[in-house]
């Protein structure tokens, strides 16, 4: 018998030794798995409690699986650590705003876990960091530690009716007694489970922190919405009539709603067409605005215009009512004057030939330059004819009709002119040739001899210094002469006295040119 016992004993020790090393396998292996060791993405979330949470369970993200359950342990502050793999690579990324919680997946009391690996924000907000990595040495390493304070762990419907049954209500009496004792001096972690075990007091607390950070946004809008609703408030009669007016169109709209679903079924069609036809305008802007641009910097000018009409009317009103009389006048006239326009119109048709000749005339002479040599005649013979110098004007040439148009130093037999006043023929040879010799000193003083040197070159003696001719005052010896007509006694009132040769060119010039 006490060998059968001790056999039995050292048998127990022998299944006790090895269920021991199986347990040891399975907490290497879920300490392995659970310390991140594997290479995949594991979180350590913290939960105040994970009733019905088991290994293998669903981890999601808005529905999605991401993930499964790898382990459920409690910690040293009684809380329950689960271990989160995440399996998708697009969810591996749990920031420090990340948030975690347990939900019922079926009526059976199986959980899963719903997370967000970051809250919502504005496009272009930075990220906040990611979870912190818990170091080696402790519990969870390399894993990536989700605080409890970012978790949610509510109570089911069912637990809340469990404790309505009597069993169960006494069993809570027993408990909140107990906890009673338990939980003195710690309302605050109580406050804090209470918070966490509901989401909608947590959401309302982050709410409530989110008004408390904008609450000056809130007082200028209050202050904002006080001046916007003040003059509502005072046409709040006008606004009662639209609110009114709102019904009556309401109504009417309801008394019409076949039409207005027509109109609503015909506006896609309506915009298809607007589309393009509001290109066309677009384009039809692009190229008008150069035009509006150039209308706007002369706008000034254009009301000054319009600004400017309404005088000038008033100024023109004058003008208009003379004009009215002045054709009341006229009118009779120019009634009268309709046998002229007949006259003229034959007159026109008769001197039509002529005009027409005289036309073609006028265009030749315009188009071969007729009239430029015509001028260019009339400009060129005068010059020919009236000569110019320092002196004044001289006729270079006479026109003469007659016999006598060949200039000689004898008078011709035929010419009956008498040019030298009726002398004799010797009398007028020598008078010729005194003429010569004045001519030809008169010629050299024009050249730019003075009257010594023209003396010196043509000497000869003139009809003024002896011969046939009167007598010329001796040079340096004042006139005793009297002035006598140019020309002769009977040439006319001119009269000229002669002077000594003394004094430059005049004497001589002079006298050549009156004739002397």
């Not at 060791?37 to 019905?52: E, K, Q």
């Not at 001096?185 to 950070?213: C, M």
Request: aromatic letters at 6%; glycine letters at 12%; charged letters at 15%.
């Amino acid at each position: 018998m006490r060998t059968q016992i001790a056999g039995w004993r050292s048998c127990r020790a022998v299944v006790a030794g090895a269920l021991c090393a199986v347990a040891l396998v399975v907490v290497v292996a879920l300490g392995t798995s659970a310390g991140g060791s594997g290479g995949g993405y594991t979180v350590r979330a913290l939960f105040d409690d994970a009733g019905n949470v088991i290994p293998g369970e669903d981890v999601k993200v808005d529905g999605v699986k991401v993930g499964t359950v790898g382990s459920v342990t409690p910690t040293p502050d009684a809380k329950a650590a689960v271990v989160l793999k995440i399996e998708n690579p697009g969810f591996q990324d749990f920031r420090a705003d990340a948030s975690c919680i347990i939900r019922p997946q079926a009526l059976i009391g199986e959980k899963y876990v719903d997370c967000l690996p970051t809250q919502p924000r504005v496009e272009g907000t930075p990220l906040p960091p990611p979870l912190r990595l818990i170091p080696a040495g402790e519990e969870g390493a390399g894993q990536r530690l989700l605080p409890v304070v970012n978790t949610h762990s509510p109570v089911d419907v069912d637990l809340l009716g469990d404790i309505t049954r009597l069993p169960e209500r006494q069993r809570l009496a027993i408990l909140i007694n107990e906890f009673g004792a338990g939980l003195a001096g710690r309302g605050s972690d109580l406050n804090a489970v209470i918070r966490r075990a509901n989401p909608a007091l947590q959401e309302l607390e982050k709410v409530l922190t989110i008004l408390a950070k904008e609450n000056k946004v809130l007082t200028d809008l209050a202050v904002e919405g006080d001046r916007a609703i003040a003059p509502l408030a005072v046409d709040r009669g006008k606004l009662a009539d639209f609110i009114t007016q709102s019904k009556t169109v309401a109504q009417a709209s309801a008394n019409h709603a076949h039409a207005i679903g027509e109109n609503f079924a015909d506006f896609p069609a309506f915009l298809e067409k607007l589309g393009p036809a509001m290109e066309r305008l677009g384009r039809f802007a692009q190229e008008t605005t150069p035009t509006f641009t150039d209308l706007g910097i002369a706008a000034p000018g254009i009301n000054q215009l319009f600004k400017s009409i309404p005088p000038f009317s008033r100024s023109s009103e004058a003008f208009f009512k003379s004009l009215g009389a002045t054709a009341k006048t006229s009118g009779p006239a120019l009634r009268a004057v309709e046998p002229l326009l007949g006259l003229t119109q034959s007159l026109g048709k008769t001197a039509k030939p002529f005009a027409g000749n005289f036309s073609g005339l006028l265009t030749s002479l315009r188009d071969t330059g007729g009239l430029e040599r015509l001028l260019d005649f009339i400009y060129l013979g005068t010059g020919s004819v009236n000569g110019y110098d320092a002196l004044g004007h001289f006729l270079r040439a006479e026109i003469g009709g007659g016999s006598c148009l060949t200039y000689t130093i004898a008078p011709s037999p035929t010419c009956k002119g008498t040019f030298i006043g009726g002398a004799s023929a010797a009398r007028a040879s020598a008078a010729s040739a005194s003429t010569s010799v004045v001519m030809e000193r008169t010629l050299a003083v024009l050249k730019g001899m003075t009257p010594a040197q023209a003396t010196a070159a043509y000497p000869g003696a003139t009809a003024a210094e002896g011969g046939g001719g009167a007598a010329a005052p001796t040079v340096g010896v004042p006139s005793t002469s009297t002035p006598q007509p140019v020309g002769g006694a009977a040439a006319g009132t001119t009269y000229y006295a002669p002077v000594e040769e003394g004094s430059e060119a005049n004497g001589m010039l002079l006298n050549y040119l009156l004739g002397n």
